[in-house]
């Protein structure tokens, strides 16, 4: 039997675990976090302390190519978060207020999310990992390096943990994240490694949870899955969870010293009274607050992929964000970890060797899952950014050539035009490639005679108003 290893027990690890072990392997999950996860999905949000998964605290939007993933490859965790309380929400029946044109179409049905707090989430998969035979999961396990074979083709055969002891497998998984220390281990025996480009993604979030006292909607859902817009100098979201909950995030720039003080609890509010559609949602008979402001940042758009004449190491597949982290922005670091993570399986089905053609067949796979979607992030990032700055500077950028479309442009013809909203959410939910968005001849046309229509349908403060409120309620 195949002894596969995985390191980290976070989404991308729990999902590798349920996969290899459907492949009749033989798992080990090590993951270095001692904590027990709690019992239940209101325990988890109030006291699971996941020192290592900072993001655990940040709202998560779980797209479309996820969520079809789960249902058909996982469908008991799906049934499992449903039972606990997920949302199921399809978009194609919430569409924007602003859309004229309603009709629903057959691609409608790929169009489906989770509505989940990502406590809810990580406990329901771990849940399930635990409970299925052939899976071991050892916390408080901290992988330090890997070994290798001492004669032969290179290969790795298993890791050595922080106190030293080896662990040998056939197949090592590394679902260790973002701050992986894959390349460095294989470093340290001389082997091939992956080559890195990273780029800050330019923004910090701000997230609040929320209890909603009442079932109906406070106000318009124009995300279907929630309510939101991106603005000339912040972006400002409501995500709805699992059981009532609801969460608020704000993006702004790293260096945006005024706003930093939206970590305080009065400034946050504020700020959220200040933008129209985020306001109704806080109201006091609307909503409580369930828990503080959570900051995060240090978020970078990166991809570790091995070069094209690179020979990758036999036995060591890193997995999900330890490849490639996009700026959550985009919600899709879940979807594409599903997406990897089994379609490595079905990969090591066909091919069960741990061999060089393992090796590069998986290579290929990480290339063809992340690299569209880590170049999209760093072009739209890369604009979203310079127009953020300009206005905190009190500039104005020039205005963009008539042939120029950009996301941002994109998502604003998206609230009033069905068929740019259809190919924005297919692109947003990771299910058609990003590129064909801003190359498709109709999309373009249309998102130009979007831009001629009239004023954005969901206004924001300007930035004077916006820091005005966000330093007065801050004292
Ligand atoms: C602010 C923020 C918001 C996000 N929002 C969204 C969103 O809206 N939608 C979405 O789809 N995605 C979102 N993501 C991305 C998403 O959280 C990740 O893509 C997803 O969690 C998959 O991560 P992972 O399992 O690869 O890594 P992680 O979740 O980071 O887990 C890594 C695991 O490895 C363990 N580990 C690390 N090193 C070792 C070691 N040496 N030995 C043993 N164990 C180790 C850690 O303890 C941890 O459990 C967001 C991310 C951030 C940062």
């Not at 890195?196 to 006292?213: C, E, H, M």
């Not at 079932?215 to 409501?238: Q, S």
């Not at 068929?419 to 939910?429: E, F, G, K, Q, S």
């Amino acid at each position: 039997m195949t002894r596969t290893l995985i390191i980290g027990g976070s989404v991308a690890g729990l999902v590798a675990a349920l996969a290899f072990a459907d492949l009749g392997h033989d798992v080990t999950v090590l993951e270095r976090d001692a904590n027990e996860a709690p019992d239940t999905v209101a325990l988890a949000h109030s006291d699971w302390q996941r020192p290592t998964v900072p993001q655990m605290h940040q709202s998560h939007a779980f797209g479309s190519l996820g969520t079809n993933l789960l249902r058909d490859r996982l469908p008991a965790v799906h049934q499992a978060l449903v039972a606990a309380g997920a949302r199921e929400i399809e978009l194609g029946r919430a569409m924007p207020p602003t859309l004229a044109d309603k009709t629903p179409h057959p691609s409608d049905a790929e169009l489906r999310m989770i509505g989940s707090r990502r406590s809810t989430f990580e406990l329901i998969l771990r849940q399930e990992a635990l409970r299925r035979p052939g899976i071991s999961f050892r916390r408080g396990e901290t992988v330090r390096g890997l070994t290798v074979a001492d004669r032969g083709p290179a290969r790795v055969t298993g890791v050595v943990t922080k106190d030293g002891r080896s662990v040998a497998a056939d197949l090592v998984i590394d679902a260790s994240g973002r701050r992986s220390q894959g390349t460095e281990w294989l470093r340290e025996h001389g082997l091939a490694e992956p080559e890195q480009v990273a780029q800050s993604a330019d923004i910090t979030y701000y997230t609040r949870y929320y209890r909603a006292l009442s079932p109906r909607p406070a106000g318009p859902l124009n995300r279907g899955f929630g309510a939101g817009g991106l603005w000339d100098h912040y972006t400002g979201v409501m995500f709805l969870g699992d059981n009532d909950t609801f969460t608020i995030s704000f993006g702004v720039l790293p260096d945006d010293t005024e706003l930093k003080a939206l970590r305080i609890e009065d400034a946050f509010t504020a700020a959220v009274r200040a933008t129209p559609l985020l306001a109704p949602w806080v109201s006091p008979e609307v909503a409580e607050p369930i828990s503080p402001v959570h900051a995060m940042g240090g978020l970078d758009n990166s991809l570790r992929l091995y070069g094209q004449d690179a020979q990758p190491v036999p036995g060591f597949l890193p997995v999900a964000d330890a490849v490639c982290t996009t700026n959550p922005a985009y919600g899709r670091g879940v979807s594409l970890a599903l997406a990897h993570v089994l379609g490595l399986a079905d990969l090591v089905r066909e091919h069960p060797e741990p061999d060089a053609e393992q090796a590069a067949l998986a290579a290929g796979l990480a290339g063809r899952t992340f690299r569209p979607w880590f170049e999209d992030a760093v072009r739209n990032d890369a604009g979203r950014a310079r127009l953020w700055r300009a206005t905190v500077a009190g500039q104005q950028l020039p205005p963009l050539p008539p042939d120029v479309i950009t996301f941002g442009t994109v998502a604003e013809a998206a609230a009033t035009d069905e068929v740019v909203w259809r190919r924005l959410a297919r692109t947003m939910m990771s299910l058609d490639n990003p590129a064909g968005l801003y190359e498709d001849e109709e999309i373009r046309l249309r998102v130009k005679q979007a831009g001629a229509s009239g004023p954005p349908p969901f206004p924001a403060p300007d930035r004077a108003s916006l820091v005005d409120v966000v330093r007065r309620a801050a004292g």
